[in-house]
């Protein structure tokens, strides 16, 4: 299994301003996503957070709105630039690990961005 | 287009009582299968994943089906409990070579004591 946090649980932003989030592992793991679960809404998927690599972005999402930091197999980073009110979301740390590709979640970070 | 739906979107049934929730999807190639239980303001927990051999996994009161050939899934919750109230999403994994997985929009369940 895999323990995930992320900081910070929850923010209050104003318009035009960035908000770094943070996700920590306890195990050394390969695959780690970023999501983003806009109200009501189910998961979406933003970017797969490669180690010693650029990020590989969704259809939609783009590294200059979501920059993306992994500078090991613990640990990442996601970016809100520039924010508007429509980044208002929850956005989910993820790490895929063990022999049947399990997925772990992290708590999310509740956004919100007046 | 993969897609995942599920239904009812949303549940009311009161503490004690059984309910099923249902997830039909269009994933191809189709590699696994997956409820997750989301509680209000939390990441989502895995409850089951059941490959394409499996129509019948169970983790304590949840037992989840797969029928493969009509590519659907239900999770049934027996003896329903006031923590059950959450969001239960169906997640598909389709296998291109790494994994892709399309969620669906969930099912807002609510136990009513």
């Known amino acids: 299994s895999a323990v995930i946090s992320q900081k910070p649980s929850r923010d209050i932003c104003q318009r035009g301003t960035s908000l770094t989030i943070q996700c920590q592992v306890d195990s050394q793991v390969t695959m780690m996503f970023w999501y983003r679960q806009q109200p009501g809404q189910s998961l979406t998927l933003i970017a797969t957070?490669?180690?010693?690599?650029?990020?590989?972005?969704e259809s939609g999402f783009v590294i200059d709105k979501f920059p993306i930091s992994r500078p090991n197999l613990t640990f990442s980073t996601l970016t809100v630039s520039n924010m508007s009110p429509e980044d208002s979301s929850i956005y989910l740390c993820?790490?895929?690990?063990?022999?049947?590709?399990?997925?772990?979640f992290g708590p999310g970070t509740r956004l919100t961005v007046t | 287009k993969n897609q995942v739906e599920q239904s009812p979107q949303s549940l009311i049934i009161l503490e004690g009582k059984n309910c099923t929730l249902q997830?039909?999807?269009?994933?191809?190639?189709?590699?696994?299968l997956r409820w997750y239980k989301q509680d209000t303001g939390r990441g989502p927990v895995s409850l089951t994943i059941?490959?394409?051999?499996?129509n019948t996994k169970s983790n304590g009161r949840y037992t989840a089906t797969l029928d493969a050939d009509t590519k659907q899934s239900s999770l049934h919750i027996t003896a329903s409990q006031l923590s059950d109230s959450a969001s239960y999403i169906c997640v598909v994994s389709a296998n291109f070579g790494n994994e892709k997985l399309t969620f669906g929009t969930g099912t807002r369940l609510t136990i009513i004591p």
């Open positions: 997830c039909n999807y269009t994933v191809s190639p189709f590699s696994n």
């Open positions: 993820s790490v895929v690990t063990g022999l049947h590709y399990e997925q772990y």
């Open positions: 059941m490959t394409f051999s499996e």
């Open positions: 957070a490669n180690q010693g690599s650029e990020a590989t972005y």
